[in-house]
């Protein structure tokens, strides 16, 4: 019922988007205006998050605010932070609507964020970072991941990270078998960890995008990402080969048992916790949790049993092993309509030292001038998630919950654990959300493209 309500609100706030125009301000040739003439004003700006308020990006702003303030008396940054991911798109949506957005504001490259980019409501990122002569200094797959379809670019990005399994060697030891050469050999190594007394997969269910990350992968595996691209806007169905090859994937997972019983409203916390106690056997997740999952902080009964290995391929796959999930996390977009001088100049300053400051945290930097530090009790773990996050190919994949539009993600997401738990057939759930994609998705992107 709540994620009904969500699909409600998001409705109602596109049907509101067209009327008041998103907030547009100075329209679109105001979001042209990378560099805009005029003094500097020190005074409050906002930025409205949706990001761990003890992670690394938050801390470091932090500190460069500090700083910024001490060189700009009367200026401060108001951070606006709701971790909770649908709360989160609820208020900026809401926001949105009543052409109340905040100076900088997170989002990722959704069709909601695509109208907000066309009507103007968003700086042009690529040509900002360009007329600071920063954007060379960029990852390429760190900024790949906040463009639009057409390749524009409308958020800034402040982390680098490559999503990998880790894996206890001593579980698999114990049920005879090695890491999965391909996807499909995923049923037959969650069955042989079943049968030797592990759980398999430890999964987050409650955030549910880390489940509808697995029903990204076999996708991506077949042709990138071009079956999510036409499938978001209907030119694709999940009734095609590719889709019900990569539901059929899903339900088996399913049967195979490869999740903990009651995963679907396991906390974050609590899925780590399962993998990190020895009890479960795989976990899927990113180099953001190298610190608890690679150094000292790690429970010592373990620490020496962890490894981890790459997504794997298929039979035929277009993509290769070093292809993969490699997010740049949530992008910052700017405001358009109170984008001044102070703005610019604080996110120049700001773009300026946070490499060296967040590297420091021990976590990959967007930008290529600084090296993540390796903390001094790090395991070997570490240091070689660093070296493949270097060695990332052309291609990488980009998550569902960023493509499709609100109702149909929100339909997915309700849907996908009732498949997995085998309370509705692969039939049933092809039938169901291709109705809702075809319903809705070209809607979306209407006259984006």
């Not at 790090?378 to 990332?392: M, S």
């Not at 994609?437 to 984006?448: H, M, S, T, V, Y």
Request: glycine share 6%.
């Amino acid at each position: 019922m709540r994620k009904n309500k969500y699909a409600a609100i998001a409705a109602t706030v596109a049907a509101l988007l067209l009327v008041t125009g998103c907030g547009s301000g100075g329209g679109s040739g105001k979001a042209e205006s990378v560099n805009p003439k005029g003094d500097i004003k020190p005074r409050e700006i906002s930025w409205l998050l949706s990001r761990p308020a003890d992670g690394g990006v938050i801390k470091a702003m932090k500190q460069i605010s500090k700083d910024y303030s001490k060189e700009h008396p009367g200026f401060s940054l108001k951070l606006i932070t709701t971790p909770d991911r649908p709360s989160y798109i609820q208020k900026l949506e809401t926001l949105a609507a009543a052409n109340k957005l905040p100076d900088l504001f997170d989002i990722d490259a959704t069709p909601f964020a695509q109208k907000l980019a066309k009507k103007g409501s968003m700086v042009n990122v690529e040509k900002m970072l360009k007329d600071m002569k920063i954007y060379d200094n960029y990852r390429t797959s760190a900024l790949d991941y906040q463009r639009f379809d057409d390749g524009s670019l409308y958020m800034v990005p402040f982390e680098s990270q490559i999503e990998v399994f880790f894996y206890n060697k001593v579980l698999f030891k114990k049920a005879g078998i090695n890491i999965p050469k391909t996807l499909d050999d995923f049923p037959a190594m969650c069955t042989a960890l079943q049968k030797s007394g592990s759980t398999p997969i430890a999964l987050n269910g409650k955030d549910m995008w880390p489940l509808e990350r697995y029903m990204a992968f076999y996708p991506f595996r077949a042709s990138g990402n071009e079956f999510i691209k036409n499938l978001k806007k209907g030119n694709a169905k999940l009734s095609n080969a590719e889709g019900r090859k990569a539901v059929e994937w899903m339900a088996n997972l399913g049967k195979s048992q490869c999740f903990q019983q009651g995963f679907s409203s396991t906390e974050y916390a609590d899925a780590q916790a399962l993998f990190t106690s020895g009890k479960a056997a795989v976990y899927n997740d990113g180099s953001w949790e190298l610190p608890a999952l690679a150094t000292s902080k790690l429970n010592p009964e373990v620490r020496d049993d962890i490894d981890y290995f790459l997504l794997p391929t298929t039979p035929g796959s277009k993509t290769t092993e070093n292809e993969y999930a490699a997010p740049s996390g949530i992008g910052m977009a700017i405001n358009a309509k109170t984008y001044d001088p102070l703005v610019r100049d604080f996110i120049k300053y700001s773009l300026t030292k946070y490499s060296k400051i967040y590297a420091d945290t021990g976590q990959i930097t967007p930008m290529k001038s600084s090296t993540a530090k390796i903390p001094s009790d790090a395991t070997p773990l570490y240091k070689r998630n660093f070296d493949d996050a270097d060695k990332v190919g052309k291609v990488t994949l980009m998550p569902w919950d960023t493509q499709l539009d609100s109702t149909s993600n929100t339909r997915l997401q309700q849907e996908l654990p009732l498949l997995v738990q085998g309370d509705i057939s692969v039939d049933k759930f092809i039938n169901t959300m291709d109705k809702v994609i075809q319903e809705n998705g070209p809607k979306a992107f209407k006259d984006l493209n």
